[in-house]
């Protein structure tokens, strides 16, 4: 196991404006994963906001590679929103790989990046682990309290943990969970 792991996660949203580091932040925590080391110094989740879309796409090969060169163990997450004009999952991901090929990534770092897309915005899962339903076909409701974010992220680090089948999950919860159950099969080795 390194000496020192990061986790660069890459997100939607402007500083101070986006629940995202939040849940982000409260997810992995809660996850804790084995290559996560509870003292100080020896790692980092490091949410990184994008702005929109288009800018995230573009940052992710510059920030792929800075992680690649890191002389430590460090993963890059990507997490965005599937607006309406994407269709699920593999369909964002192409155009991160357009433009990472673009770059010069290859396909076998490409496929070290877990990408964690929710369908319209987080706030559809926010309500989905708050309320057992949602509806990702329009956006689920702002959310006033950042309590209500971190509470959702505990739940779904509980749920993903107990490893049991979730009823009615979200399509997009479903496809970013298998991201990051390979995520952690890759750590486990």
């Known amino acids: 196991m390194p000496n020192r ?11 101070g404006r986006s629940i995202d580091p939040l849940f982000i932040r409260s997810l992995l925590k809660a996850l804790k994963p084995n290559w996560i080391r ?10 990184v906001d994008c702005g929109g879309r288009k800018t995230l ?3 992710m090969p510059g920030e792929l ?7 430590g163990h460090a993963t890059l997450m990507v997490w965005a929103d599937l607006d309406h004009d994407m269709e699920n999952g593999d369909q964002l991901k192409e155009d991160f790989w357009s433009a990472s090929k673009e770059a010069g990534i290859t396909e076998q770092q490409f496929g070290e990046v877990v990408f964690v897309f929710a369908k319209d915005r987080l706030e559809n899962w926010i309500e989905f682990l708050r309320t057992g339903k949602t509806d ?3 956006e689920g409701p702002r959310l006033k309290h950042d309590r209500h974010v971190a509470e959702a992220a ?16 979200p399509p997009s919860l479903e496809w970013s969970c298998r991201n990051w159950r390979g995520l952690v099969d890759r750590m486990r080795t």
């Open 154 to 169: 505990r739940d779904l680090a509980t749920k993903c943990l107990a490893g049991a089948p979730i009823p009615k999950v």
């Open 38 to 47: 509870p003292w100080e110094g020896n790692n980092i989740i490091r949410p």
């Open 65 to 71: 590679q800075a992680c690649l060169n890191s002389g």
């Open 5 to 15: 792991t990061q986790i660069v996660c890459l997100h939607e949203g402007k500083k």
């Open 136 to 138: 990702e076909s329009k």
């Open 57 to 59: 796409i573009s940052r």
